[in-house]
């Protein structure tokens, strides 16, 4: 079983939708949870921490459930520049800052 | 925010030659780096976490042999591929942390001919 997993899509929405990502991860002594986007060929860049009370960041809002292994992404009144693949990374236990990725979903919002 | 710098962005060899990539925090000292691959359509592996000082510490399944992690200081990292294969192309991205967050170097491209 992978460490994270994802959706992989890809998930074409409108301009304007709300879409929602889901992600399990496997091991239940992680304490960090984040949302990174990476676009084509580039390095990833952090989007959102997770906390497990949920956040949200503008258009965009994170989720926790610890019990389940569960985090998720809800993305409202998506933009073009939306347009991404989202990575739901999990710390790696007494690693310091060892992250381990899902393997992305991929988002492409059209006009 | 903090900077992580790589050297090279992408680089073409041949079979059999070494290369080595750099990985530099620019405006903070990391005594931590992390070495992670991605294939085309797949997700970031982590492949050595980079110790100052010390031996890199290298994740299951990973030669140690074939992939050389030198981190002589608080600001440098090196990933050495040796004897370089087809199947080494990747895009290779380092990583160092602090104040809790995780900054991402540029990446480096290797196509293997």
């Known amino acids: 079983r992978k460490e994270v997993e994802q959706d992989p899509g890809p998930f074409n929405v409108p301009e304007g939708a709300t879409v929602a990502f889901n992600c399990t991860y496997s091991?239940?002594?992680?304490?960090?949870f984040f949302w990174y986007r990476q676009d084509c060929r580039k390095e990833p860049k952090l989007l959102m921490s997770?906390?497990?009370s949920g956040n949200e960041d503008g258009r965009f809002t994170a989720q926790l459930n610890r019990a389940s292994q569960y985090i998720s992404l809800l993305i409202r009144d998506s933009k073009l520049s939306d347009s991404a693949t989202y990575l739901c990374?999990?710390?790696?236990?007494?690693?310091?800052?060892?992250?381990?990725f899902g393997k992305g979903t991929s988002l492409l919002v059209t006009p | 925010g903090a900077v992580v710098s790589q050297h090279p962005s992408w680089v073409i060899c041949k079979s059999g030659t070494s290369v080595k990539i750099e990985c530099r925090s620019l405006?903070?000292?990391?005594?931590?780096m992390f070495w992670y691959r991605q294939f085309p359509k797949q997700s970031l592996m982590l492949m050595a976490t980079?110790?100052?000082?010390?031996?890199?510490?290298?994740e299951q399944g990973v030669e140690k042999d074939k992939f050389l992690i030198n981190h002589a200081s608080l600001t440098l990292s090196t990933l050495t591929v040796t004897s370089a294969h087809p199947e080494d192309s990747s895009f290779y991205i380092c990583?160092?942390?602090?104040?809790?967050?995780?900054?991402f170097g540029p990446g480096t491209r290797l196509t293997v001919t």
């Open positions: 091991n239940s002594a992680s304490q960090s």
């Open positions: 405006d903070f000292q990391a005594t931590t």
């Open positions: 980079s110790n100052e000082g010390s031996k890199a510490t290298y």
């Open positions: 997770v906390y497990s």
């Open positions: 990583s160092a942390g602090i104040y809790g967050e995780q900054y």
């Open positions: 990374v999990v710390n790696v236990p007494n690693s310091g800052y060892a992250l381990n």
